[in-house]
Each structure stands twice: as C-alpha cells, then as structure tokens.
C-alpha cells in the first residue's frame, strides 16, 4: 500500500462551521504492524492531515502550518477501521490550536493537540546538537523475517546501533528518505518522528516492554511541504537519555540533508 492510501480519509459527519466535532473514517492495515499492535505514528500523522482537512474547510490561511503537536497513547490500536474526531477549539489570526481524538469500535485510543501557526518574528539561533555524520558503511533498516511499518521508509542506520545489541548509549543513529519520492509534508513527517523502535533496544540485550505513553513534535520550518533530491536522506539521532522506574524519556532530531534542523520530537515509554 503506498502513501496515499494508507492516510486515506472518508467523511463520516459534521461540517466545520457546524456544532460538534467532525468526523473522519481511516483503515490500518497489516502493512503498518509495529513490534505491539499497530504503528502510532500512522495513527498520528491520520489524526494530522484530518486536523488539516478541517482548517481548509474553515477557510483558515494555507500559510498557518502545523507547528507543535502532542499524542497521547491511551489504548492500542488494532488492524481495522477507525474513527478520528477534530475539534477547533481556538481559531485566532495567526494560531489555531485543535483537539483530535482517534476511537476504535467505540474505544478511545488516541487523544491529541495540534498547534497551526503562520511564522511569527522573532530571535533565531540553534544550539542543537549537528546532525551525525553518515558512515561509509550501512545497514538497511528492517527486522529480518518480519513485515513491518519499517518497510515503508527507506533507512539506512549506523552499523552500530542494531536492536538488543547491548550498546553504551541507548540511541538510534540513521538517515531516511520516504519511498514515494522526494517530496513529504507534516503528515508524513508525524509519522516518520515516531518510525523508529523504542530506543531503550538498543542498549538492551534482551527484548522487553517500551510502550509510547506519549509522543511529540515540535516542526521548526514553517514550509509544510519540504524536498530532497534523489540520493538524499534526513540524518537522524534518537537518544533515550534516562529511564527510572519503568518509565524512559527519549529525545529525537531530524534535520534537513544541508544540517537544518527540522523537527524535534520526545517520547515517555513504559520500559522494562
């Protein structure tokens, strides 16, 4: 199943200028299978570009870009159909802020904010880490035997950081291209900051639990649409940098190929 497809929506009911949330149908299929149940980056990024169709039909400026947006986990997600619900709860001049909730078969799954914003004047500096350099050596992203939302990006990672390989940091180093072509939004984006398996297996030499409780992504381009040429990759680095009674944080940088950093995103897991 290709890109498209996988985040198609249908309209269920509700109008965005009427009373109550509007409501929008997906399907999941078993191509977006994680490690535990379905990937929650899929679930994201649907919640993401049903927000979008929202603000369109509400006739807000195209230039207000998703900014800022924080999922939280509360039950899994199973192969099948399910309900997304957006709610607008602030439509200012220049940001619109709005709650999405994801439901199957009447269960809540999925609560979400999203923040849109067009760019605001203000200072600009970076004190962000640079993106890693890429090894001349690789090794294609994948769990040998098993078919999984790991297939649908292509990932090349550093020899180094391989699952329950027992390494000193618990980080993934890697470097990612989507596979339908150089061109991907905020949509596709969502997904790609939650793509990668918890962190803490990397450093772990045995499998064990790391459930998302809660993911975030803080977009820091106001473009909305971004482009990589063919060859190119995004250099990324996810790093859980602390985990104490059951519970890890994992911080993630995803940077343009030219070193700009374009989005950071944190996770809170169940681990162990």
Do not use: C
């Not at 996988?6 to 409501?23: I, K, N």
């Not at 899994?76 to 439509?91: F, H, Y």
């Amino acid at each position: 199943m290709n890109w498209t497809e996988a985040t198609e929506l249908q309209h269920l009911r509700g109008s965005a200028d009427g009373q109550g949330p509007v409501v929008f149908g997906a399907n999941v299929n078993e191509d977006w299978t994680s490690l535990q149940g379905v990937h929650g980056g899929l679930v994201a990024a649907l919640g993401v570009k049903a927000a979008r169709a929202v603000l369109d039909a509400l006739g807000v400026d195209g230039g207000a870009t998703l900014r800022s947006a924080t999922f939280g986990y509360v039950s899994g997600n199973r192969i099948g159909d399910l309900e997304i619900s957006v709610d607008v709860i602030r439509r200012g001049r220049s940001l619109v802020t709005s709650h999405v909730t994801t439901e199957q078969d009447g269960k809540v799954t999925t609560v979400a904010r999203l923040h849109y914003s067009t760019p605001w004047e203000g200072p600009e500096f970076s004190d962000a880490p640079p993106p890693p350099a890429r090894p001349e050596q690789t090794v294609r992203m994948g769990i040998e035997g098993m078919s999984s939302h790991l297939d649908n990006v292509e990932t090349l990672l550093d020899p180094t950081t391989t699952i329950f390989a027992g390494n000193d940091r618990a980080e993934w180093l890697a470097w990612s291209r989507p596979l339908h072509g150089g061109d991907f939004d905020a949509v596709w984006l969502t997904m790609y900051g939650d793509y990668f398996p918890p962190a803490v297996f990397t450093h772990a030499t045995e499998p064990l639990r790391a459930v998302t409780i809660e993911y975030s992504i803080q977009i820091h381009d106001a473009a909305g649409v971004w482009s990589i040429s063919d060859g190119e990759y995004l250099p990324t680095r996810v790093h859980a940098f602390h985990s104490h009674d059951g519970f890890a944080v994992e911080d993630g940088w995803i940077w343009m190929p030219s070193g700009e950093l374009l989005a950071t995103v944190r996770q809170t897991r169940l681990a162990g």
